[in-house]
């Protein structure tokens, strides 16, 4: 299994502007899934965002705000957050998987097969 590291979290104020970055370990990098999922507190922790052979997924909660992006040279993903707003407060984990397509439509925790530690995401009003 693909091994995932996620940074660039961190407290930024509403309308700012926030890069995640998640590494990854293994040589087959480019064949995975990648996505973003994130939790706030007291929530369950919910799909942001995938990137897979099939195309680019986004969440009606973040679509058009946050663009994720990959470097299969540098078995990478970046997740670029623009006009961030309070409730984008989560912790967001980087996910692995090996399915092309997500299963009954919109993808879940269970499509993804390795994750990363997480990290905090805070937007101040």
């Known amino acids: 299994q693909v091994q995932l590291v996620e940074s660039g979290g961190g407290l930024v104020q509403a309308g700012g502007s926030l890069r995640l970055s998640c590494a990854a370990s293994g040589r087959t990098f480019s064949g995975y899934t990648m996505g973003w999922f994130r939790q706030a507190p007291g929530k369950d922790r919910e799909f942001v965002t995938a990137i897979s052979r099939s195309g680019i997924y986004y969440s009606d909660s973040v679509k058009g705000r946050f663009t994720i992006s990959r470097d299969n040279g540098k078995n990478m993903i970046f997740l670029q957050m623009t006009s961030l707003k309070p409730e984008d407060t989560a912790v967001y984990y980087c996910?692995?998987?090996?399915?092309?397509?997500?299963?009954?439509?919109?993808?879940?925790?269970?499509?993804?097969?390795?994750w990363g530690q997480g990290t905090q995401v805070t937007v101040s009003p």
């Open positions: 996910a692995a998987g090996v399915l092309a397509y997500p299963t009954g439509g919109s993808w879940r925790e269970s499509d993804f097969v390795s």
